[in-house]
C-alpha cells in the first residue's frame, strides 16, 4: 500500500512557476512509476506527465512539453512536477498517482492517488 501526499500548490500569475512536491509513505516507492494528473472545474481528469520507477524516462502530454519537468528522488520517496512559463488554463487540482502499469497517460493504469492540491494561475 502506498499513499500520497501533494503539496506546493498555489496563486501564481502568469508566467511564473511553482514547484509540487508528491510525498509517499511505504517502502516500495521505487518500485511505481509515477504519474502528474490534473482536473479543471466540469473537466475529466487528464495527464500531465509520468516518470518510471528508476526516473530514467519521462512522458509528458504536448500541451506541458518545454514548460514542466518531472522527476523524483527515491531515497526521499518524493515526486516533483516543475511547472514553469504557467498559463491561466493550466488552472486545476493537480494530483499524483502511482503505478505498477508502467509510466502511462492512462488513468486506469494508475493504482494509489493523492488528495490533490489547487494550482490558480492568475491572467
Not at 515526486?79 to 499524483?96: F, W
Amino acid at each position: 500500500q502506498v499513499q500520497l501526499v501533494e503539496s506546493g500548490g498555489g496563486l501564481v500569475q502568469a508566467g511564473g512557476s511553482l514547484r509540487l512536491s508528491c510525498a509517499a509513505s511505504g517502502r516500495t516507492f521505487s518500485s511505481y512509476a509515477m504519474g502528474w494528473f490534473r482536473q479543471a472545474p466540469g473537466k475529466e481528469r487528464e495527464f500531465v506527465a509520468a516518470i518510471s520507477w528508476s526516473g530514467g524516462s519521462t512522458y509528458f502530454a504536448d500541451f506541458v512539453k518545454g514548460r514542466f519537468t518531472i522527476s523524483r528522488d527515491n531515497a526521499k520517496n518524493t515526486v516533483y512536477l516543475q511547472m514553469n512559463s504557467l498559463k491561466p488554463e493550466d488552472t486545476a487540482v493537480y494530483y499524483c498517482a502511482g503505478s505498477i502499469n508502467g509510466y502511462t497517460h492512462y488513468v486506469p493504469d494508475y493504482n494509489y492517488w493523492g488528495q490533490g492540491t489547487q494550482v490558480t494561475v492568475s491572467s
